[in-house]
Nanobody, 129 residues
Framework: QVQLVESGGGLVQAGGSLRLSCAAS????????MGWYRQAPGKQRELVAT???????NSADSVKGRFTISRDNAKNTVYLQMNSLKPEDTAVYYC???????????????????????WGQGTQVTVSS
């Protein structure tokens, strides 16, 4: 089983910065892509930014130039540096891992299992005006 543990959320004034971290743990062989999504009250969950194992990134237009996603493949950890925060950035931020290959021991042989996707529990980010 894979777990995603997020940290770094909190309360910040408009114009401030926060850094979110998400560490994936378990019998992980590799992870194709990791990213961040957010959900504000009364709204649908939306993409914030994603990054592949090769370092290719994608981000929402609303955060371009303010948020930076990065990743440490050796630690299976993804980061989101959020600068120039705005009240409209207030939301629960969820970590996502797509295409997670895990390993299992079967009949004395190490086997790579089919990939699955996982979500973190979410961390609250509140930006006051």
């Amino acid at each position: 089983q894979v777990q995603l543990v997020e940290s770094g959320g909190g309360l910040v004034q408009a114009g401030g910065s926060l850094r979110l971290s998400c560490a994936a743990s378990g019998s992980i062989f590799s992870i194709n892509a990791m990213g961040w999504y957010r959900q504000a009250p009364g709204k649908q969950r939306e993409l914030v930014a994603t990054i592949t194992s090769g370092g290719s990134t994608n981000s929402a237009d609303s955060v371009k130039g303010r948020f930076t996603i990065s990743r440490d493949n050796a630690k299976n950890t993804v980061y989101l540096q959020m600068n120039s925060l705005k009240p409209e950035d207030t939301a629960v931020y969820y970590c996502n891992a797509q295409g997670v290959f895990t390993t299992a021991l079967a009949m004395g042989m190490l086997t790579v299992l089919p990939p699955l996707d996982y979500w973190g529990q979410g961390t609250q980010v509140t930006v006051s005006s």
